[in-house]
């Protein structure tokens, strides 16, 4: 995950949306990086430190000195520590004192130390933000390489309307991972992918399942957001999960779920990764109350399963590219190539169950991808780099496929 032990230090400024430093903070720790908030004595004000040391988990620091006497916050190892800064809220006052070098408290001292990327999310009232000196302000510091993450037009707390607002914390977020993350080939695409076991209820409380536990799914998820898709999980039974909260998760219990939220979802994707371990079959009869012990033996009829990839496969549109998995034990490779061709999908890949660090429940994989034109053979890895090289495979698939269009043109 792009953001994952970054270390980010958040400088709040004293302006009313100081209160939506707690959301952007929330995010931050949510993709699992590392928060250190620093305070302007003003912005105090507006929300409380105490908020924003629960959220960060770190204590907030406001002054030079520490409450015990005689120690102090080390703006130099503050400004050193940080991968990046961001000073959102910007007010006017802050900008004036980091374009001018005035480093009156701890937040501006730290702005001044710092050798990290600087971004800030100004916020104030329409006029402010189009006065001259403001704007020669924020022009002067991006002229000297800090980044600007510019105001949003809308309703401003002066009841006023127009350009002010600071940028929403989703969008911050965004911004930063773009930045650390500037290979982005699937900005502006949508991304399905089912994962996770499927639960086939006998009864209310008894199912038939396996044991898979989502983690090929969750990396895959991971990834594709990290290259700039928007990502829907459609999350079946998992033992695992993803600290992104960035990625859609739809959940769902039984394969007919599955199979009704990928299908609702289907059309508007361009990509679909069937990876979920979908239950082939369900109890015929689905009792309304617990079954109860009595005779000696019980026989359960089943009926087939929905086959979710090959059902959507058939509405597949030229643009869209869709990836399936095959867990096989005899003939794998024959299997897996004939599975990818019943059910129409571009891409098959065929677990390989002969190592058994490869199984549901391991954090490694061993595969082998097989495209219309190649049959790749990927090494025991961890399921983060599968999903890396999957998706470079799926990207380079495209490409051909889409300078093959262009040569029959
Ligand atoms: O036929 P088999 O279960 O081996 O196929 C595996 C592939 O098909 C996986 O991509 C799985 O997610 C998908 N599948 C499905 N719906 C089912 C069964 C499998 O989408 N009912």
């Given at each position: 995950m792009s953001l994952k032990f970054k270390k980010i230090l958040i400088g709040v400024c004293g302006g009313i949306a100081a209160y939506k430093s707690a959301h952007l903070i929330r995010l931050f720790k949510k993709q699992g990086a590392e928060v250190q908030v620093i305070m302007t004595p003003e912005s105090t004000a507006f929300i409380s430190p105490l908020t924003l040391s629960t959220l960060s988990e770190k204590p907030v620091l406001i002054h030079f000195q520490k409450k015990t006497e005689g120690e102090w916050n080390n703006h130099v190892a503050l400004g050193l520590w940080a991968d990046v800064m961001i000073i959102a809220p910007a007010t006017a006052h802050t900008l004036g004192k980091m374009a001018n070098g005035i480093a009156d408290n701890l937040l501006t001292a730290v702005y001044f130390s710092a050798r990290c990327p600087v971004f800030f999310a100004p916020a104030m009232d329409l006029d402010m933000l189009i006065h001259p000196s403001v704007k020669r302000n924020i022009e002067y510091l991006q002229s000297i390489g800090n980044?600007?993450?510019?105001?949003?037009?809308?309703?401003?707390?002066?009841?006023?309307?127009?350009?002010?607002?600071?940028?929403?914390?989703?969008?911050?977020?965004?911004?930063?991972?773009?930045?650390?993350?500037?290979?982005?080939?699937?900005?502006?695409?949508?991304?399905?992918?089912?994962?996770?076991?499927?639960?086939?209820?006998?009864?209310?409380?008894?199912?038939?399942t396996n044991a898979s536990s989502g983690k090929m799914g969750f990396a895959l998820a991971e990834h594709?957001?990290?290259?700039?898709?928007?990502?829907?999980?459609?999350?079946?039974?998992?033992?695992?999960?993803?600290?992104?909260?960035?990625?859609?998760?739809?959940?769902?219990?039984?394969?007919?779920?599955?199979?009704?939220?990928?299908?609702?979802l289907f059309s508007l994707m361009d990509y679909a990764i069937f990876c979920a371990a979908v239950a082939d079959y369900r109890p015929k009869t689905v009792h309304s109350q617990k079954m109860k012990k009595s005779s000696e033996t019980v026989t359960l009829e089943l009926i087939k399963n929905p086959d979710i990839a090959q059902e959507l496969s058939k509405f597949k549109k030229e643009h869209q590219?869709?990836?399936?998995?095959?867990?096989e034990t005899e003939q794998a490779l024959e299997n897996a190539r004939l599975k990818r061709i019943r059910k129409h999908l571009d891409i098959i890949v065929m677990n390989s169950i002969e190592n058994p660090q490869s199984t549901f429940e391991y954090d490694t994989n061993q595969v082998v991808v097989i495209t219309p034109t190649q049959e790749i053979s990927l090494p025991l890895k961890s399921k983060k780099e599968i999903a890396q090289d999957i998706w470079k495979i799926i990207l380079s698939f495209e490409k051909e496929k889409s300078s093959q269009r262009h040569e029959s043109l």
């Amino acid at each position: 995950m792009s953001l994952k032990f970054k270390k980010i230090l958040i400088g709040v400024c004293g302006g009313i949306a100081a209160y939506k430093s707690a959301h952007l903070i929330r995010l931050f720790k949510k993709q699992g990086a590392e928060v250190q908030v620093i305070m302007t004595p003003e912005s105090t004000a507006f929300i409380s430190p105490l908020t924003l040391s629960t959220l960060s988990e770190k204590p907030v620091l406001i002054h030079f000195q520490k409450k015990t006497e005689g120690e102090w916050n080390n703006h130099v190892a503050l400004g050193l520590w940080a991968d990046v800064m961001i000073i959102a809220p910007a007010t006017a006052h802050t900008l004036g004192k980091m374009a001018n070098g005035i480093a009156d408290n701890l937040l501006t001292a730290v702005y001044f130390s710092a050798r990290c990327p600087v971004f800030f999310a100004p916020a104030m009232d329409l006029d402010m933000l189009i006065h001259p000196s403001v704007k020669r302000n924020i022009e002067y510091l991006q002229s000297i390489g800090n980044y600007l993450i510019d105001a949003e037009v809308g309703e401003l707390a002066s009841g006023l309307y127009g350009k002010g607002r600071m940028a929403e914390p989703e969008h911050i977020i965004q911004t930063i991972e773009k930045f650390f993350c500037p290979y982005r080939p699937l900005e502006g695409k949508k991304v399905m992918i089912t994962l996770g076991a499927t639960r086939e209820y006998l009864d209310p409380v008894r199912y038939i399942t396996n044991a898979s536990s989502g983690k090929m799914g969750f990396a895959l998820a991971e990834h594709a957001h990290n290259l700039g898709a928007e990502v829907f999980a459609i999350v079946g039974s998992v033992s695992s999960q993803t600290s992104n909260s960035q990625i859609h998760q739809i959940h769902v219990k039984t394969a007919l779920e599955m199979f009704e939220k990928s299908r609702e979802l289907f059309s508007l994707m361009d990509y679909a990764i069937f990876c979920a371990a979908v239950a082939d079959y369900r109890p015929k009869t689905v009792h309304s109350q617990k079954m109860k012990k009595s005779s000696e033996t019980v026989t359960l009829e089943l009926i087939k399963n929905p086959d979710i990839a090959q059902e959507l496969s058939k509405f597949k549109k030229e643009h869209q590219i869709t990836v399936g998995f095959a867990l096989e034990t005899e003939q794998a490779l024959e299997n897996a190539r004939l599975k990818r061709i019943r059910k129409h999908l571009d891409i098959i890949v065929m677990n390989s169950i002969e190592n058994p660090q490869s199984t549901f429940e391991y954090d490694t994989n061993q595969v082998v991808v097989i495209t219309p034109t190649q049959e790749i053979s990927l090494p025991l890895k961890s399921k983060k780099e599968i999903a890396q090289d999957i998706w470079k495979i799926i990207l380079s698939f495209e490409k051909e496929k889409s300078s093959q269009r262009h040569e029959s043109l």
